[in-house]
């Protein structure tokens, strides 16, 4: 038998790594990305990793607000590697859509702040590109 991995392997990490998002477990998707699960994969819903996190409702418990800030971090950990924060899932919908409808306004900020990032960098670029001419 090969050491390598096969299809049915990635499925099963992907389809794991979209169960422990749901379940707010964003340590083991985490370590799963890190395992080989791909930030860009996607469920039969169109969803990626992003689009999932921000899907569920904010949570508004003590208890929830720890979940909220792993979901933060989690995010943060999906943008530092290279997550594609404009896919749509199957509904039309991206990952700050649900982050708008589902109240998570530090994830709306971090989604809002890399856009305009990727904006200022595209400006930069063009504005080089035009003086080279």
């Known amino acids: 038998m090969g050491a390598g991995f096969t299809k049915d392997d990635e499925n099963d990490r992907t389809g794991a790594l ?18 080989g699960a791909g930030v860009n994969c996607i469920n039969y819903f169109g ?32 943008i530092s590697n290279d997550c594609d924060k404009t896919k749509y899932d199957i509904y039309g919908w991206t990952a700050l859509m649900y982050a708008e409808k589902n109240g998570h306004d530090t994830i709306i900020d971090i989604l809002e702040k890399k856009e305009q990032e990727m904006r200022n960098d595209d400006s930069t670029d063009n504005k080089a590109g035009n003086n080279s001419e």
Not at 48 to 72: F, K, M, Q, Y
């Open 47 to 78: 969803n990626t990793p992003l689009i999932e996190t921000c899907r569920s409702h904010r949570a508004s418990t003590r208890t929830g607000n720890a979940v909220e800030s792993d979901r933060e971090r989690f995010v943060t950990f999906l």
């Open 18 to 35: 979209f169960q422990a998002i749901r379940r707010d477990r964003f340590q083991l998707a985490t370590d799963l990305i890190s395992k």
